[in-house]
């Protein structure tokens, strides 16, 4: 059973970082394409950062590029998203969902059908100004 927990949330002050943790289970998440995603109060579902091994690079949304940094440890089976120089606009509830590994995935993550199946519960994430 694909399983995925986002954590790591909690309210920072503008200027400070978190790192979010998605903890997979039932599969590896160097076989398929981690998604993070954040959606605010009366907003659209935002894709803000992806990582797949099929993809030369990381994907990051325009709003977060030189302020968030993905990675992935294989032995834990996590993706996290460290996220500095935080915004009163990056105040959202974040969750990671998975996606096959093809290339070309991740510029494609606003794309994604997300359902209970392929991603988690969220973790909230409120900056203050």
């Known amino acids: 059973e694909v399983q995925l927990q986002a954590s790591g949330g909690g309210l920072v002050q503008a200027g400070g970082s978190l790192r979010l943790s998605c903890a997979a289970s039932?599969?590896?998440?160097?076989?398929?394409?981690i998604g993070w995603f954040r959606q605010a109060p009366g907003k659209e579902r935002e894709g803000v950062s992806c990582i797949s091994s099929s993809d030369d690079r990381p994907y990051y949304a325009d709003a977060v590029k030189g302020r968030f940094t993905v990675s992935s440890d294989n032995v834990e089976n996590t993706v996290y998203l460290q996220m500095n120089d935080l915004k009163p606009e990056d105040t959202a509830e974040y969750y990671c969902?998975?996606?096959?590994?093809?290339?070309?995935?991740?510029?494609?993550?606003?794309?994604?059908?997300?359902?209970?199946?392929?991603r988690g519960q969220g973790t909230q994430v409120t900056v203050s100004s």
């Open positions: 969902a998975v996606a096959g590994s093809a290339r070309g995935i991740c510029p494609l993550l606003n794309h994604w059908t997300l359902s209970d199946n392929n």
């Open positions: 039932g599969f590896s998440v160097d076989d398929f394409a």
